[in-house]
């Protein structure tokens, strides 16, 4: 496997499941983001770790928690979610998480439809 | 309200025509990025600009950063079915978080 990688690519859950989605990356980067991408709407950032601890937290419901274990694993846990956080989640990883030439390489995501 | 709008928000051209689309804020960025996303992937940067005025070309494509570093454009000349996809700016106001913007939605026939 080379990039990032997610699994799975496609999910479909009730509001009562718990499923988790998972992302690793082959690159050797040391931070790793969650994205959630909607019709409609722009790119909305969720979480970022940066060697293994979480910097950024965007006001997200703690519905959707993360976790990364390690420095090319990182997933995020959902429990009792409603019908509008179906929509894309993407995955990236950077070398770092701050500077102006930050490249962020991404993931093919995973299409979560909540019924 | 949106850090960063794009214009337009869908576009279909003929193979082989020119287009600009546009990324505007009220915000000054560090730095600004272009991605594009094609359908079932993940967007993969194209460029990133720094400088106010700075103008970086990619083959067919060209992208300037505005002077006052608060707006973005992409041109892209000749274009062809290849293009198709979603065009992303994104920019980082304090050099940390990178915002995304609206996206454009262009899709080029043959």
């Known amino acids: 496997e080379t990039g990032v990688t997610q699994t799975p690519r496609h999910l479909v859950m009730g509001m009562t499941n718990k499923k988790s989605l998972k992302c690793e990356q082959h690159?050797?980067?040391?931070?790793m983001y969650w994205y959630k991408q909607s019709a409609k709407k722009p790119l909305e950032l969720m979480f970022v770790?940066?060697?293994?601890?979480?910097?950024e937290n965007n006001s997200v419901p703690s519905r959707f928690s993360p976790e990364c274990p390690n420095s090319s694993h990182l997933f995020l846990h959902l429990h009792t979610l409603q019908p509008e956080d179906s929509a894309l989640y993407l995955c990236?990883?950077?070398?770092?998480?701050?500077?102006?030439?930050?490249?962020?390489?991404f993931g093919p995501g995973t299409r979560l439809t909540v019924l | 309200t949106q850090l960063l709008e794009q214009s337009p928000q869908f576009l279909s051209i003929q193979e082989g025509e020119n287009l600009t689309v546009y990324c505007n804020s009220s915000?000054?960025?560090?730095?600004l990025q272009w991605y594009r996303q094609e359908p079932g992937e993940g967007p993969v940067l194209l460029v990133t600009v720094v400088t106010g005025g700075e103008v970086k070309k990619l083959k067919r494509l060209t992208f300037q950063f505005g002077d006052a570093r608060k707006d973005s454009s992409l041109h892209i000349t000749a274009a062809q079915p290849g293009d198709t996809g979603l065009y992303l700016c994104?920019?980082?106001?304090?050099?940390?978080?990178?915002?995304f913007g609206t996206g454009t939605s262009l899709t080029v026939i043959p």
């Open positions: 915000s000054v960025f560090s730095s």
């Open positions: 994104a920019g980082a106001p304090t050099g940390n978080q990178f915002y």
């Open positions: 770790y940066s060697l293994e601890e979480r910097v």
């Open positions: 690159l050797g980067h040391n931070a």
């Open positions: 990236a990883s950077s070398q770092g998480w701050r500077g102006a030439y930050n490249e962020q390489f």
